[in-house]
């Protein structure tokens, strides 16, 4: 039965290949008998370069790690040497960062939102959707400086106020979301081919959650009540409130609308964030980074991504440069044993949507 | 907690953090056993991260596995060390099959094998004939002088310090000269 | 032997006019895409700049004696049925009138049923003489996708033939320009039938299984370039014209001018360009099942109102 | 009279104007450059408007971006696809990893000179550059396609000797299994 199916080679060039990577696929019709990840097109060694960077300076690649969304990154950076170095960050700081996350979950949901329905071949969506996350780009352009790259949140703080009238432009870009997330619905979930195309698709069976360390909307669209804001909650999540949904199903349509409710409830948490929001310090001040030394020891501090956990851990062992930074991503687990687990048995025309709705985030696997 | 990791694996060293935090050292040959009964006893479902550090000095490769416990909230660190002359460890993706890729990678950037794994051979690099490029004594940009160009930069390019000096007269201070060029 | 030389001038000015149509066609569709994309869109000429780039491309890359086929089947497809069907309607008075009656004869309707097959059949061969795996399961998509359409869009037909005797389009300009009603009217089912046929036939979303780029880059064309594809996009543009012009024989009782033909095409070819643009896209199995379900059903009811009225 | 010199110019010159005002981008991102390609494309920055438009597949595409850094084992399917294309083709850099490593300088797994192994057209600088930017390398390129001097692909195949020894620098193993130019 091997013997007949014929191979397909799904990227590295190939328009539905979320990031550079490359699925080898061997399919019998329209049915896929197995698959076969292949990455590493994307490898930069990022760790191997931290050991010849200062503290300071390795912080700048932190970003690059996930191109759609680099500020998790940061924050797990600067709150790894924080607690290395035991570093208390002051309280406005630590509302600031929890806005700027929220701000780039929602954008990679829209992200999302047009890669999701561009697999499927709606591509209305993903102009409507990528036009509207350029807002949030605005916002994180008058306040960082740079649209996707950001550098913001460095140890001990974050590196600038909030600009004088920032406050009304989130709520404005706020409002204006929620105006649009209703024509979303309209057009995707009202969809009755879309809801045929991703009910029942990409099922993710409950015995492999464990095994394969499923995190995220792939988790909570299984059912199952996890996230690391509210397991462990690292900057101010535990002031704030917001709910953690969950759908039924483990299915490209239970995970969509995890995710339809999870830029809801970000724009929630940025509205209570805005109001608590208290005066005074934004940063404290850092020894001077070009003989900074964090003292030896080893930690591992956890952030929640829009595509699930994302974890670092670091070693210093006392010197100028970081002895050892290791990134775990959520796609790492996700597209390559998951995606080999789940792909056999469904519909070649399946592998995209299913590549997205899991999250796959090719820079994020090879680092 | 701990008592309870001692009952079962009396020879396991813990160290004591505060907050959420366990850490336990164990050979490496009790690694499957331990982790299996961490995840089948005590709850220990969701194999968090697996990390690995090359201590050159000591000559030896560090190994650790971050394990989460969902229900009692705890994380616990798992140190191993191995040799790093020959370094050969236990397989584990029987136990999580996500492991698989991590073991995948530490095959490919430090060169440790794992008997009973299987996988492809390359993972990221492709037709790699160096040393393994994350272990320590593999220096990067010799490699990149060796095999790639560098643009060379104007002639006129100054130093940022020393223009800003020349512009304000500031001072530079004693730890940044060895940083100027 | 005037007659003769007259007769292609005349096939002449109908391919050209069937090739600025459809290309015009093309970009304004472009361009609606576009407003609905929330953006500005390409002006309306862009088709006829790509198809120009196209044919300017000095190397073309070639996979042997079938591949050339793919590309001549289509073209010779679009021609041959834009040559069958009546662009313009008899009766007509404007002075170009009689430069588009083409060479249609009895039966045409039966033969155009068998050449508008012909097209894809060429194009399976030339896409599994390239090789390309994507290629051949785009072919296997589209003669299924085929196979789902044809059924209701026979069946409307079939149903025209029973309730009117003849299998002749002019015949069917003809009468309905006697009786006074359209036959989009006369036999509504078989109408909607056909509008259904036609939302798969003119391949786009959500029946664009066939060169979904997302899914198989771009299909059965993914190895041509060039002049290739200059070849393919205007043969299609070609053929899209001629269909429209079919339908409008048929149910829309013809056009008497250019204007009203030109009307008319573009209100029916709104009907799958805007269903496509707010809608994803069918998988292979979906999309014949859902074109065996209702449209069918309709093409039946046409058919009982066909024989007992 | 087609053999006529002015003639051949003129047909030249409003094929230069086509090809300037139809250019198909191949959609492959090969790098972190690919972010901003998303937005330039789409509903924002319309650069349909301009003539610019995604091909799915290399024989059907005019221009290929080099999003950012290409690691080695990218390169050789870039130079792959590079040769696939159907001439005139032309290559735009993207961003400073492109033109002289940007920040990856020192890692062993990304190239620091594309136009070592492809002949590049356009740079445009920044990391990562903003769509405006974008928009404005590819005018620019537009514009020296319309001068008829975006002549990439005639000095790759002139010098193709050249471009091949440095590509068996960096992927000895693997350009020896291939053809010397794979169509």
């Known amino acids: 039965m091997r013997e007949k199916a014929t191979t397909i080679y799904l990227g590295p060039q190939h328009p539905g290949i979320t990031g550079n990577m490359m699925v080898r696929l061997k399919v019998m019709g329209d049915t896929i008998v197995s698959a076969q990840t292949e990455v590493g097109y994307l490898h930069r060694a990022f760790e191997k370069l931290q050991e010849r960077r200062n503290w300071l300076n390795s912080f700048t690649l932190m970003c690059r790690f996930c191109v759609p969304e680099t500020d998790p990154m940061e924050n797990l950076y600067a709150r790894a040497v924080e607690s290395l170095d035991n570093i208390e960050i002051p309280e406005r700081a630590k509302y600031i960062r929890v806005m700027v996350l929220e701000l780039a979950r929602i954008a990679t949901q829209l992200m999302w939102y047009a890669g999701q329905n561009g697999s499927l071949g709606l591509y209305t969506m993903g102009q409507w959707s990528i036009g509207d996350r350029d807002y949030i780009l605005d916002l994180f352009e008058q306040l960082t400086g740079g649209r996707v790259y950001h550098m913001y949140q460095w140890p001990g703080g974050v590196r600038r106020d909030l600009p004088k009238g920032f406050k009304d432009k989130v709520l404005n870009t706020l409002d204006y979301l929620e105006k649009r997330l209703k024509d979303y619905d309209d057009l995707m979930f009202a969809n009755s081919i879309f809801q045929k195309r991703t009910q029942g698709v990409g099922y993710v069976p409950k015995e492999s959650i464990i095994e394969h360390g499923v995190v995220g909307p792939v988790l909570r669209g299984a059912g199952i009540r996890s996230d690391i804001r509210i397991d462990e909650p690292y900057e101010v999540y535990d002031k704030l409130d917001f ?20 830029v809801r409830q970000s724009i929630r948490i940025i509205r209570q964030v805005l109001d608590q929001m208290p005066k005074g310090e934004f940063n404290t001040k850092i020894p001077n980074p070009m003989k900074w030394r964090v003292p030896a020891g080893d930690t591992y501090v956890r952030a929640e991504s829009g595509r699930g956990e994302v974890g670092y851990y670091a070693v210093s062992d006392g010197s100028i440069h970081p002895r050892r930074m290791h990134l ?28 997205n709705s899991l999250g796959t985030c090719a820079p994020e696997i090879e680092r | 907690m701990i008592a309870k990791i001692k009952a079962a694996f009396p020879e396991a060293v813990n160290k004591a953090y505060d907050g959420n935090r366990l850490d336990f050292t164990v050979h490496k040959d009790a690694i499957p056993g331990f982790l299996s009964h961490m995840k089948e006893q005590l709850g220990f479902r969701h194999l968090s991260h697996i990390a690995y550090v090359d201590w050159i000095e000591e000559n030896e490769f560090e190994i650790v596995y971050i394990l989460w416990s969902p229900q009692d909230k705890v994380k616990l660190f798992i140190h191993t060390r191995i040799d790093r002359e020959n370094p050969v460890m236990e397989n584990i993706d029987m136990i999580w099959r996500q492991a698989n890729t991590y073991q995948r990678e530490m095959k490919e950037m430090l060169g440790i094998q794992f008997p009973d794994m299987v996988a492809p051979d390359e993972f990221i690099l492709e037709d790699w004939d160096d040393i393994p490029p994350f272990r320590r004594d593999f220096d990067t940009l010799e490699y990149v002088n060796r095999t790639f160009w560098h643009r060379p930069g104007r002639e006129d390019a100054q130093d940022v310090r020393e223009t800003i000096t020349k512009r304000s007269g500031e001072e530079i201070p004693d730890f940044a000269k060895k940083y100027s060029r | 032997m005037e007659y003769i030389l007259i007769k292609t001038l005349e096939a002449m000015a109908t391919f050209i006019l069937a090739f600025l149509v459809g290309m015009t066609y093309g970009g ?26 196209l044919f300017s491309k000095t190397r073309g890359i070639h996979h042997g004696a079938m591949h050339f086929l793919g590309a001549a089947f289509l073209m010779v497809t679009s021609v041959v049925s834009l040559m069958i069907i009546p662009v313009l309607a008899p009766g007509g008075h404007a002075w170009y009138n009689s430069w588009f009656t083409n060479m249609n004869f009895n039966g045409d309707l039966i033969f155009l049923l068998y050449i508008m097959t012909f097209g894809p059949l060429g194009m399976a061969m030339g896409a599994g003489q390239t090789g390309n795996p994507n290629s051949s399961i785009g072919v296997t998509r589209g003669l299924s996708q085929m196979v789902g359409f044809e059924i209701p869009w ?10 009117y005797k003849t299998t002749s389009v002019i015949d069917f300009m003809n009468i309905q320009r006697e009786t006074g009603t359209w036959l989009m009217f006369a036999n509504p089912f078989a109408f909607i039938a056909a509008v259904l046929a036609m939302l798969g036939m003119f391949r786009y979303s959500p029946f664009d299984i066939v060169g979904a780029p997302t899914e198989l880059a771009s299909g059965p064309v993914s190895e041509n370039g060039g002049k290739f594809l200059f070849t393919m996009m205007s043969s299609g543009s070609v053929f899209t014209f001629a269909k429209l012009v079919l339908y409008v024989d048929l149910f829309m009782g013809g056009a008497n ?53 | 009279m087609y053999n006529d010199k002015n003639s051949k110019k003129i047909v030249e010159t409003i094929q230069n104007w086509a090809r300037s005002h139809s250019v198909w981008v191949l959609a492959y991102g090969t790098g972190c450059g690919a972010i901003e390609i998303a937005p330039t494309m789409t509903s924002r920055y319309d650069a349909e408007r301009l003539g610019f438009r995604g091909a799915a597949t290399p024989r059907q595409a005019d221009v290929m971006l080099i999003t950012g850094y290409l690691t080695v084992k990218t390169v050789k399917r870039v130079v792959r696809v590079y040769e696939q294309m159907q001439s005139p083709k032309y290559v735009v850099g993207f961003g400073s990893c492109t033109i002289n490593g ?44 319309r001068e008829g001097k975006a002549n990439g692909a005639e ?26 130019y794979n169509w």
């Open chain 4, 155 to 180: 000095k790759y195949l002139e010098n193709l000797d050249w471009y091949k020894a440095n590509q068996r620098k960096i992927a000895p193993k693997w350009i020896a299994k291939a053809p010397d």
């Open chain 1, 328 to 355: 775990r991503g959520a796609a790492y687990v996700h597209a390559i044993t998951l995606l080999e687990n789940i792909l056999p048995g469904q519909n070649i025309a399946d592998v995209s949507a299913i590549m």
């Open chain 3, 257 to 309: 001018n250019l204007v009203m033909l030109v009307v008319k095409t573009f209100l029916l070819y709104m009907i799958p360009v805007l269903y496509g643009i707010v809608s994803p896209r069918y998988r292979t199995e979906q999309a014949v099942r859902w074109f065996w379900g209702w449209p069918t059903f309709i093409g039946l009811l046409a058919i009982l109102y066909a024989v007992m009225f």
């Open chain 3, 28 to 53: 304004v569709v472009r361009k609606i895409t576009g407003r609905v994309h929330n953006r500005l869109g390409p002006p309306w000429y862009q088709n006829f700049i790509d198809a120009f780039k």
């Open chain 3, 154 to 163: 026979v069946m409307a037909l079939v149903a025209l033939m029973i309730s």
């Open chain 4, 102 to 145: 940007g920040m990856y300088y020192d890692s062993y797994n990304t190239i620091n000179l594309l136009d070592k192994y492809l002949p590049v057209d356009v740079y445009i600088n920044g990391c990562m550059p903003r769509p405006e930017a974008v928009i404005a390398g590819l005018a620019k390129l537009q514009q020296i396609i």
């Open chain 1, 243 to 262: 709910e953690i949904p969950t759908q039924e199903g483990s299915d490209i349509w239970a995970r969509a609308l995890v995710r339809r409710a999870e």
